[in-house]
């Protein structure tokens, strides 16, 4: 698969918790460092994805703040 998408971060699901439409996913993508999806109950299902499975967080926007 091609993506236009520059920001493609490996990483594992460390948890997938599913609410009424959407479901927010975990991914561990080095010993401490996390990133947090919303995607829906569908994707999740299409995806068959569960804690453990090797997947690929793709981040694509136009802005991205920074906090300090």
């Known amino acids: 698969m091609k ?3 520059r920001n493609v971060l490996p990483g ?3 948890a997938v918790t599913k609410r009424t439409t959407t479901a927010h996913v975990k ?3 080095a010993p401490g460092l996390v990133v947090f999806s919303s995607i829906t109950n569908e994707a999740v299902d299409d995806l068959a994805l569960k804690v453990g499975d090797a997947v690929s967080a ?3 926007s136009s802005d991205v703040m920074i906090g300090k």
């Open 3 to 5: 993506l236009s998408a």
């Open 58 to 60: 793709v981040i694509k």
């Open 12 to 14: 594992r699901v460390i």
């Open 27 to 29: 991914i561990e993508l």
